[in-house]
C-alpha cells in the first residue's frame, strides 16, 4: 500500500533508517531522504558507508525510514545516531515489521516508508540509494522533528558551570580562583588587587 500523502513527509525531519540481513537488524538517524519521481514513486536516501545499516542495505537492497516526531526522546536519538556506526543489532525491543519484514519505529515517527533499491551512486564516504517505494503509510499527524527541534526542544542543554574568580577592571584579565590574594598584582597590567571584582 502506498499513500501519495505519507511521502509528502520526507520534504523535511530527521529519520531512523532500518534494515535487516539474516536474523540481525540495525537502524540508524539520517536526514537525506527525499521523493525524486511519482510514477513509479522513487526516493533518495544518502547513507554514510561507515555505518553497518549502509552495509545491510548494499546487501539486501531493501530497507525503512520512520519519520521521526517532535516527541521523540533523546535517548532515540541517542541509541541511533551516537553508537557507532558498526555496532549491529540494535533493533533489541519488540517493534513491528513491514511488508518487507524489516523493523520499524511505531511510536514517535508519524511515516513509514519501505524503500527497494534499484540503483547506487557512489558519493565517496557516502552512498546515494535511488529505490521504489514498496510501502507507505502515515501513523499519525504528529509534527515531523526538524534538527532546529532537536536542538532546541530535545537536545539536552550542556551544563553552564560558574567560575569563581576576579576580573582585572582594567585590561580584563580573569583570576580564577576563591580569594584572590590582597597583595595579588596583575600580570598583564601590573595593577594590584584593588582594581579586580569578582566575576
Known sequence: MIDKTAVFNLTYGLFVLTAKEGNKDNGCIINTAQQ????????????????YTHDMIVNTGEFNISILTE???FELFKHY????????????????RAENGIAYLSGFANTLISGRVINTIDCGTH???ISEVTQAEKLSDKKSVTYQYYFDNIKP???KVEKKGYVCEVCGYVYEGDVLPEDFVCPICKHGADVFKPL
Open 36 to 51: 525524486i519521481a511519482e510514477n513509479p514513486m522513487l526516493i533518495s536516501i544518502t547513507v554514510n558507508k561507515s555505518n
Open 71 to 73: 516527541d521523540a526522546p
Open 81 to 96: 545516531g551516537f553508537q557507532s556506526g558498526r555496532d549491529a543489532d540494535k533493533i533489541r525491543d519488540n517493534l513491528p
Open 127 to 129: 552512498t546515494l540509494f
Open 157 to 159: 542543554k550542556p551544563e
